[in-house]
């Protein structure tokens, strides 16, 4: 995660949830913004695990559940949204926690039911009196500074915007050494992972040199799924369109969809 222009540190950046977490308290929340391709929805759910693993309350809801900005709407949505993610908690308890430990992670503000961009900012200024943190997720088209303009009493004024970037070198290499152990048995001697490992760099990088597709997590796990198999071959000199029947077909089968449906 890189913190965007016009913030107060534009170099910063965010490796771990931990310490996006840890960087919330004070600031009372961020916005991340992404391409439908970047892992944004992935990112939020880990979120979740992250703020409960800290002791906070944390909800994670879809912005087209919002369909109101009324105050009656967001208290019926969160509390609707705490008994079905937290099953078994005391909703009165959940009432009466202080502010700084309820945690909205607010999922695809851009997908918001509501249409009035003045409804929406109402939408976000109550959220953010109701939440001691509030995280907005918004893809790059969702015009999210129209809401955050410093001075101007925007809704998510103060909150910095991080944008989820495509892996880099080191990050790609780091990520492929952990498949490769976690892929290999113990009969793999240690020669036997290296050179998997450079395997997997050249054919993933040659795939990345090409530029059919993203270098996002998703994208380069699959990538690594196709340089174990026979999948390979086929991948490596293929287009654009190839490459994304690769990933749909995946989908497919991990959803445990029979071929002929």
């Given at each position: ?24 308290a ?24 992250g ?68 409804a ?13 943190v ?55 001697s ?11 760099e ?38 654009y ?13 991990a ?7």
């Amino acid at each position: 995660l890189q913190r965007q222009s016009g913030d107060s540190s534009d170099s910063e950046q965010i490796t771990s949830i931990e310490l996006l977490i840890a960087s919330s308290a004070n600031l009372g929340g961020y916005v991340l913004e992404g391409d439908e391709r970047s892992g944004r929805s992935a990112l939020m759910a880990q979120l979740v695990w992250g703020y409960l693993a800290a002791g906070y309350v944390a909800l994670r809801i879809h912005g087209r559940k919002f369909s109101r900005s009324t105050e009656d709407e967001i208290d019926s949505v969160a509390e609707a949204e705490f008994e079905r993610q937290l099953k078994g908690r005391d909703l009165d308890s959940y009432r009466q926690l202080p502010l700084a430990k309820r945690v909205l992670l607010l999922d695809d503000i851009d997908e918001v039911s509501i249409k009035s961009e003045k409804a929406i900012e109402q939408l976000l200024i109550r959220l953010r009196k109701r939440f001691g943190v509030l995280v907005v997720s918004a893809s790059d088209v969702f015009a999210v500074t129209q809401f955050a303009q410093a001075g101007g009493g925007g809704a998510l004024e103060g909150l910095p915007t991080y944008r989820l970037l495509p892996f880099g070198h080191l990050a790609r290499t780091r990520l492929i050494k952990k498949w490769i152990n976690l892929n290999s048995d113990e009969g793999h001697s240690e020669d036997d992972r290296v050179a998997r490992v450079h395997a997997a760099e050249q054919f993933v990088g040659a795939v990345l040199n090409r530029g059919v597709v993203p270098a996002y997590p998703l994208y380069l796990v699959t990538l690594l799924h196709a340089s174990q198999n026979r999948e390979r071959e086929s991948l490596q000199d293929a287009g654009y369109g190839q490459y994304y029947e690769y990933l749909i077909g995946e989908g497919i089968n991990a959803a445990g969809i029979r071929n002929e449906k």
